[in-house]
């Protein structure tokens, strides 16, 4: 994009705060996440001393959700317009570390690993048996303990087969996270939801209308290639600030090479996988020295779903943070972003170069060994 349409474009500079130290403590007392303590339903997390995964004391699905049943509709319009499907599944939380003060900006990519696994391994244990993908997918252990087990050793089995899998963490009291505990959450559906669903149908269109390219691999070979909009790149993966982004410092990480899901990547490709989610992080909290709020997610393939659907998707992250000039002003969609369409306020170009230069040692390290 010529520079002075990116100029023109950025008629708001950023301004600076004092930068923001953490003073959480490494375990909380009354903190449902931390090893040892008690959650709402009774439940006593174990000392762990990596990951831990249970199901969601307050899941949004749930498994015995029950049937919908429309009522009768007494010859009006209602059921023309008004439509509504029933969604079973399960919500799990997934803590990233027992340190209570820790972020993934933290945690450097031999950290996020034991994650990473996690997230594969419950990925595993849902995937529907006669998928393409479950020829690939290592053995796994079972889906974690309900609340009746305890927090002890019992497993139980998902008792349907799910449509989707969303990873997903808000990170941050403006993303509306309480708890500022290192976790993330998995919601396994019965359906494929909309912002999946929508890039999956243009995912099939390219490929397609192409004969056989994959979008998004197309699509990070001319991100690699430009450079003007990535942030940072590897063997596998590159994190880039997309052409189409909404938010001023939006972020997607994409597998340089045709990855369905999870369970296609090997043990480097985790390896590359970790270190970018590192290097993204650790970039966003340097950016305005603060402890940067985003919400981020996988799309990836569905559980379950046609040989079409498996082999058009492209395994990627989005990362959607809401701050545009400082710790404490954040863009809003309000007026014509919400009436017609997105503006940006920074480009993509300007994000990514300021990323860019963000790299290094993180900030609060800086400022705890100074």
Not at 88 to 112: M, R
Not at 224 to 230: A, D, G, T, V, Y
Not at 247 to 270: N, T
Not at 302 to 312: F, H, R, V
């Amino acid at each position: 994009m010529p520079d002075a349409i990116l100029d023109d474009i950025s008629h708001r500079r950023g301004q600076q705060e004092a930068a923001s130290k953490t003073t959480l403590p490494i375990h909380d007392p009354s903190c449902y996440l931390c090893p040892g303590n008690k959650r709402a339903q009774g439940d006593v997390n174990p000392n762990y001393e990596s990951t831990f995964v249970f199901v969601n004391d307050y899941s949004a699905v749930k498994e015995d959700q029950a049937d919908y049943e429309p009522g009768e509709m007494h010859g009006d319009l209602s059921g023309l317009l008004l439509r509504a499907e029933a969604v079973k599944g399960k919500c799990y939380v997934v803590t990233f570390s027992p340190s209570h003060n820790l972020t993934l900006a933290d945690l450097s990519p031999q950290e996020i690993l034991p994650v990473i696994q996690k997230w594969t391994d419950i990925y595993t244990a849902h995937l529907d048996p006669s998928s393409p993908l479950a020829t690939v997918a290592h053995a796994t252990t079972l889906p974690p303990q309900s609340h009746s087990d305890g927090g002890g050793s019992s497993y139980v089995k998902p008792n349907s087969q799910y449509r989707y899998m969303q990873i997903f963490e808000n990170k941050g009291a403006a993303m509306g996270c309480s708890n500022p505990h290192p976790h993330g959450q998995i919601w396994v559906t019965s359906g494929l939801p909309e912002e999946p669903s929508l890039e999956l149908a243009q995912l099939q269109k390219y490929r397609r209308e192409q004969g056989g390219p994959h979008l998004l691999e197309d699509y990070a070979k001319l991100e690699s290639e430009k450079k003007e909009r990535m942030v940072f790149e590897n063997e596998a993966f590159v994190a880039l600030c997309p052409w189409w982004a909404t938010w001023p410092f939006e972020v997607m990480i994409v597998s340089r090479r045709h990855k369905r899901a999870l369970v296609d990547l090997d043990d480097k490709d985790k390896e590359m996988l970790a270190e970018a989610m590192a290097e993204v992080t650790r970039r966003y909290d340097n950016l305005f020295e603060t402890q940067f709020p985003y919400s981020t997610g996988i799309h990836q393939a569905p559980l379950s779903g046609t040989l079409t659907e498996i082999e058009a998707s492209h395994f990627h992250i989005h990362f959607y943070p809401p701050l545009l000039r400082s710790a404490t002003v954040r863009k809003f969609l309000v007026g014509y972003e919400m009436m017609a369409e997105a503006q940006r306020d920074i480009t993509p170009e300007q994000a990514a170069a300021r990323l860019r230069v963000c790299g290094g040692e993180l900030y609060r390290r800086r400022l705890r060994d100074g």
